[in-house]
């Protein structure tokens, strides 16, 4: 038995499927997806025409979120088309992130060769998932803008051959334009993984007096960084639709 500091950067394999590496932030990750879709189906089957508080509450959330993406996006069809993306994105983090500091969580698992393997890892602390969803918003962006604009009219954003000038600009948006994968999984991954670190090292020092406030603190910072992450999605999709003229 050690004793110290472990801060473990990759995510830790339990065991496999099929040569599928099944580690503990993706079982994670699987429970809160269960969880997401079994609460949605017991409020789906609660609700009433003349809504309770709880519904009232969503509804008015939603509402709002709606009408706030319909003035980004100019667009309330384009709105109401992207809404259950960002809306989706959110909660997913913003439930994930939550859950990080629940008992349990990290605590319990099991004992290889003398090492701890904890069950549950949030997976937001593993850059396999951050990227993963920094991927999904990627691909999104990218056929949105496409599909509205038209191929060619969208490559004319990134592909400049009128002037040398026109042409460094439109590389400057290309490599800026790939970096959002890089951005969006590490901004997402390096806040959350850092508030972990910080909170056990203040757990080892000061374990009664630092802990319960990091943790709420933390758990404000990951609904805000889930918040980050949906909208930061729905600006760069307003910038995919935007007419290359008017966006420069």
Request: charged share 10%; hydrophobic share 60%; proline share 4%.
């Given at each position: 038995?050690h004793?110290?500091i472990?801060v ?5 394999q339990?065991g496999?499927v099929?040569?599928f590496?099944?580690t ?9 997806m269960i ?7 017991f ?24 009408g706030y993406?319909?003035?980004v ?6 709105a ?10 959110f ?10 500091f ?6 319990i698992g ?11 890892r949030?997976?937001?602390t593993?850059l ?24 060619f009219?969208y490559?004319?954003k990134?592909?400049?051959?009128k002037s ?7 590389l400057?948006e290309?490599?800026s334009?790939l ?18 670190v ?9 374990p ?6 990091l943790m709420g ?19 760069f ?9 008017e966006?420069?």
């Amino acid at each position: 038995m050690h004793e110290g500091i472990s801060v473990v950067l990759k995510a830790e394999q339990l065991g496999s499927v099929f040569g599928f590496p099944i580690t503990n932030s993706l079982i994670m990750a699987w429970l809160v997806m269960i969880l997401l879709f079994v609460g949605a189906y017991f409020f789906s089957r609660s609700l009433k025409l003349i809504p309770g508080k709880l519904q009232t509450a969503i509804e008015w959330a939603f509402e709002g979120a709606i009408g706030y993406m319909t003035e980004v996006l100019e667009s309330e069809k384009l709105a109401l088309r992207f809404f259950p993306l960002v809306a989706s994105v959110f909660i997913f983090i913003a439930f994930i992130n939550e859950l990080e500091f629940f008992p349990g969580i990290g605590s319990i698992g099991l004992t290889r060769a003398s090492e701890f393997l904890p069950l549950l890892r949030a997976p937001t602390t593993d850059l396999n998932f951050t990227l993963a969803l920094a991927i999904i918003a990627f691909f999104t962006i990218e056929i949105t803008g496409i599909v509205t604009l038209g191929l060619f009219k969208y490559a004319g954003k990134y592909v400049n051959l009128k002037s040398p000038i026109g042409f460094a600009v439109g590389l400057i948006e290309l490599v800026s334009n790939l970096g959002r994968l890089i951005s969006f999984s590490f901004r997402l991954f390096g806040n959350i993984f850092a508030g972990e670190v910080m909170v056990l090292v203040a757990s080892y020092f000061l374990p009664y007096v630092l802990p319960a406030p990091l943790m709420g603190f933390e758990m404000f910072i990951g609904l805000i960084q889930a918040l980050v992450f949906a909208m930061l999605t729905l600006f760069f999709i307003k910038l995919a639709i935007m007419d290359p003229h008017e966006a420069h």
